[in-house]
Structures are given as C-alpha cells and as structure tokens.
C-alpha cells in the first residue's frame, strides 16, 4: 500500500494511519442501510452493477481523501418505486455521518450518481394444467 493512500494523524503517541479504501468500505457499508438502493456501480467505465450485500462494499464508491477532509462519489442502482432525491439525501447524510464518526475526518462532499434503476422480478406463476 503506497504512503499516498494513508491518511495520517500524528496524536503525540505515534501516528494513526488510515487507508482510502477503509473510508470507501465505510461509505458503502453505510450506503447498505439505505431502503431505495438496490444496488452498486461501478460507474460509467466499471462495467456492471453489483447488487448490495456482497462482500465488495467498495465498489460504486470513489474517495477523495486529504489530511482532515474527504469527498465521496457514490455509484447507485434505485429501486423502482423508490423517490430518488429522498434515497440520494439519505445516503449522503448516512455516508457523511459514518465517516466523520468513525475516522474523525470532514466530510466536505458525498456527491449521488443514479446509474440505473432495478425493476422487481416479475414472479413466475405456473398454472395447474391437468390432463384429462
């Protein structure tokens, strides 16, 4: 892991080290407890989408970390039905919260990008067919 990727914190004690791609787990994680997202992208060039609850919580996530800040670019599928700007505001204030709480970095930004929308699998219903 390169030094660039680390945010460091000299607490007197000896440094805290944090990489970029912890903060980008965080931010997915959060982005998971958000009723409406049905799914992570991996962005315009990322290919397909992944749907949440698999063990990549970073993909669809993008961050951008300094000493004391960090801006977030979140890739999402919504499900249908779902009112976009209340899903994009949840997520943006869950991310942020999840971050500055657990790394104690400010969040300047957490910029949504609706890459797609989920549509419900229709369910197969099979008729009794009987032979006479």
Do not use: C, W
């Amino acid at each position: 892991m390169e030094e660039k990727d680390l945010v460091k914190n000299d607490t007197g004690l000896g440094a805290i080290k944090i990489a970029d791609e912890v903060v980008s787990i965080i931010a997915g994680l959060a982005a998971t407890e958000i009723d409406g997202i049905a799914g992570m992208s991996g962005g315009v060039v990322g290919g397909i989408a992944e749907m949440l609850g698999r063990k990549n919580f970073s993909k669809g996530v993008k961050v951008e970390v300094g000493e004391r800040e960090a801006a977030v670019d979140l890739f999402i599928i919504v499900k249908y039905g779902a009112r976009i700007p209340d899903v994009a505001l949840a997520a943006q204030e869950n991310i942020k919260k999840a971050i500055e709480n657990m790394t104690g970095l400010s969040v300047v930004e957490v910029n949504v990008h609706v890459q797609g929308v989920s549509f419900p699998e229709e369910e197969n219903k099979e008729e009794d067919i009987r032979v006479h």
